[in-house]
């Protein structure tokens, strides 16, 4: 393996810059207490249901506020139903009856100890999330900030002129400092401009792609290297089946996770993966859109681009252009010419 690697005889594998490197590891620890916090909100609820206390179908996400307000008072001994439905944010939905019908139940002792001891495994994480973030801020900060002029592409430009409000709403994950802002300093570009990517999965590619692309020849290589490209098998010269490679990605996860959020979009992305859900099935246009995704993000990193959505109603007008031109197409074949329909008033 040595002499063929002194030979040049084998392609070289990615190695981050070594700030990148620091930053990958403090952000893939935090990854792993943020899952651990997740096992410990399914193990208090599998607790709760256990005891018939159905406050998981009052209250969307138990990890909120109100949710560990009335964990902590049950741990504490608190159980008249009233009163701990008194702890619920002026925000909920649910009115404080609904709540407190929802709190009767079986007050099981060992069920009970499981949740004493799943809250505390759940504050341990929390706490050290916050460490993590304390980390990740001072590696942020050192990092420089990208250069201001950026390479024109020959390639035609990432998006078009026209603008469309958008929403942000922060994740309940995200590290407890301006992360966004540290991100758009050090890329140069708002890379949560791209419909479904959010700042913890530009983060992600961050820490695992880094910020220089000139790493990779072209778009698809990148494609390729994070796993999301199909891999023909070819016998014959015929194609058998395209299947994806089967490769372990942080990266392929979080943009297939951020392409499943592209569902209910009101945007050009949109409206491509329900057309492409509609002809391929959810799995592969969530593969096919992950990889979009990826060409999005390597043409504003290294051509230092903004992205700008096109919206619905250009991609439908596009979809509609394209299938009349193929129907003219096919009926060109058989000799026959479509006449556009004129309506007289």
């Known amino acids: 393996m040595l002499k063929l690697h002194t030979y040049g005889l084998l392609r070289k594998s990615f190695r981050p810059t070594p700030a990148i490197r620091a930053l990958r590891t403090c952000w893939r620890e935090r990854a792993e207490y943020v899952q651990q916090a997740g096992i410990c909100i399914q193990r208090m609820q599998k607790a709760l249901t256990e005891m018939n206390i159905q406050l998981t179908t009052v209250l969307s996400d138990l990890s909120g506020v109100t949710g560990m307000k009335i964990i902590r008072s049950i741990v504490a ?7 701990l439905a008194g702890l619920r944010d002026p925000n909920i939905r649910a009115s404080k009856e609904t709540i407190a019908k929802s709190l009767e139940g079986t007050w099981l002792p060992e069920q009970l100890a499981i949740l004493q001891r799943q809250l505390a495994d759940w504050e341990h994480t929390q706490r050290q999330m916050a460490a993590c973030d304390v980390d990740l801020e001072v590696l942020m900060k050192q990092m420089p900030a990208a250069e201001v002029a950026p390479v024109e592409p020959a390639g035609p430009p990432v998006g078009t002129t026209t603008q469309r409000k958008r929403r942000t709403k922060r994740s309940r994950n995200e590290p407890d400092f301006k992360l966004a802002e540290e991100l758009k300093r050090v890329t140069g570009v708002d890379l949560t401009r ?41 016998s014959g010269g015929k194609v058998l089946r395209k299947k994806t490679r089967k490769v372990v990605s942080r990266l392929a996860t979080a943009l297939r996770m951020a392409a499943s959020t592209l569902r209910e979009s009101d945007s050009y992305l949109g409206a491509q993966f329900r057309r492409l859900r509609t002809r391929l099935g959810n799995p592969k246009a969530i593969t096919a859109m992950a990889a979009k995704q990826a060409r999005l993000v390597y043409r504003m990193l290294k051509y230092g681009q ?11 007008e596009k979809y509609r252009l394209q299938k009349i031109k193929m129907i003219a197409k096919q009926a060109a074949q058989q000799g026959f010419a479509l006449v556009p329909l004129v309506n007289f008033a």
């Not at 910020?211 to 494609?223: A, C, G, R």
């Not at 390729?224 to 199909?230: N, Q, V």
């Not at 903004?306 to 439908?316: H, I």
Request: aromatic content about 8%; proline content about 3%; overall charge negative.
């Open 194 to 234: 791209i419909d479904g990517i959010k700042v913890m999965t530009v983060q992600t590619l961050i820490t695992e792609a880094g910020l220089d692309m000139s790493q990779w020849p072209t778009e698809n290589h990148f494609v390729s290297w994070i796993g999301l490209a199909p891999q023909n098998a070819v």
């Open 77 to 83: 001994g608190e159980r008249d139903g009233m009163i």
């Open 306 to 316: 903004e992205y700008v959505d096109k919206g619905t109603v250009q991609y439908e």
